[in-house]
């Protein structure tokens, strides 16, 4: 075991040299990285043991660490994913099998044991049972076939009915919950609404973001009928996720950092805060995760959407983060990916800064987004490691 101290490294254990204190007692101690950087986090509950260790971190529960878990930890980087490829090429084939989508899911769990394990899917999946063709090819990424532009186009797109058209998605999740049996969070997720807009009105990714803006300034009615469609379904999207054995789900605004603050306020944030407040009507336990890349300038702006957590890309400072959200919402992050091809004590170093900066309690250590293809998979297996044997 180790235990962080303000200098940002492991270390062996260092404690107080008061009579009262006893190992058994070490969640009383409060290591000196708390308040080191002057951030404040709200004052920890007990921890239910019942439950996975992400629950409790995000509710404010006192952890004895950050509970870890990688965006894309499913992935190209390992080699059973990449044999499996060889032998089912398709990618939509990969995220619409239940058996296949259980089966990547669980691949990280068996080797890197996380407290959290993701879905294996894609934030596109619900846009066939919305009547939107698309598809995902290898070395392009997704490809939307009939790219909506007019307000004809958005009347033909369909509200998404998840049982309907994709049931797969609830079979694996009430499988993912036997399988990992508590001892990690399961984790669903979908894409925000402006996010899955750009992919439908760009025709697929982009890199200047022309096409939705340029309806977005000329014809805002349109996208915003686009937008209101994308949110009815979503929460319902989310409320299925939960009911079939998602204890968490993240929500990825991947595109809405390419908005202006003032036209965030009117295309995403809205729309974010809707699905938030509807969810939160149903399921107001159900721990929620914002993520959007490049988030910098947006992020007093993300805790507005009354998300419970807000992940951070590796380009916040995960202190400066913490200061401008608050205590009372969690954090995800922060670590950059490419942190990862550096050497092990590397990775250790930049671990133990970002669990230093985040202080006790409400914090998810993760990346600042998703793992690179080519990430050695033995750096992969050192970042749990390091994670899994702190200790506040």
């Not at 070490?26 to 992400?54: M, N």
């Not at 698309?134 to 369909?158: C, H, N």
């Not at 805790?303 to 916040?316: C, N, Q, R």
């Not at 133990?352 to 600042?368: F, M």
């Amino acid at each position: 075991m180790a235990c962080i101290h303000s200098y940002g490294s492991i270390a062996s254990i260092s404690l107080p040299t008061s009579p009262s204190f006893s190992p058994r007692s070490r969640c009383a101690y409060k290591p000196r990285f708390l308040c080191a950087l002057g951030g404040s986090v709200a004052e920890p509950q007990v921890a239910s043991v019942a439950e996975p260790l992400l629950l409790n971190a995000v509710r404010g529960d006192d952890v004895e660490r950050p509970p870890v878990w990688l965006m894309r930890q499913a992935g190209r980087y390992m080699k059973s994913y990449q044999t499996l490829c060889e032998r089912y090429p398709s990618f939509r084939e990969r995220s619409e099998n239940v058996d296949l989508i259980v089966e990547i899911s669980l691949q990280p769990w068996k080797v890197f044991k996380p407290d959290g394990v993701i879905l294996f899917s894609d934030i596109l999946t619900p846009l066939s049972g919305m009547n939107i063709p698309f598809d995902i090819v290898k070395g392009k990424g997704p490809v939307i076939f009939d790219p909506l532009y007019t307000a004809d186009d958005v009347d033909q797109v369909r509200e998404f009915v998840p049982q309907e058209s994709v049931p797969y998605v609830g079979e694996a999740l009430t499988i993912l919950r036997k399988e990992v049996d508590n001892k990690a969070a399961v984790l669903g997720f979908v894409g925000a609404p402006f996010t899955l807009a750009s992919y439908v009105v760009e025709g697929g990714s982009s890199k200047h973001f022309s096409k939705i803006k340029r309806l977005a300034f000329s014809q805002p009615k349109v996208l915003h009928a686009l937008l209101q469609k994308f949110t009815t379904s979503m929460t319902k999207y989310i409320r299925y996720q939960a009911d079939n054995g998602a204890q968490a789900v993240q929500i990825f605004d991947s595109w809405a950092t390419e908005l202006s603050p003032v036209d965030f306020e009117e295309f995403s944030l809205p729309y974010l805060k809707q699905i938030v407040d509807a969810v939160k009507e149903t399921h107001p336990v159900l721990p929620l995760i914002l993520y959007a890349s490049g988030s910098g300038g947006l992020l007093e702006r993300l805790a507005l959407t009354g998300v419970d957590v807000v992940s951070l890309d590796w380009t916040v400072d995960m202190a400066e983060g913490r200061r401008r959200l608050g205590p009372n919402i969690a954090v995800q992050g922060n670590v950059d990916p490419g942190v990862l091809f550096g050497s092990k004590e590397f990775i250790t170093s930049r671990i133990n800064d970002t669990v230093r900066k985040a202080g006790r309690g409400k914090h998810i250590l993760n990346l600042g987004h998703g793992i690179v293809v080519g990430t050695p998979e033995e750096n992969v297996a050192h970042f749990f490691e390091v994670a899994k044997d702190i200790r506040y």
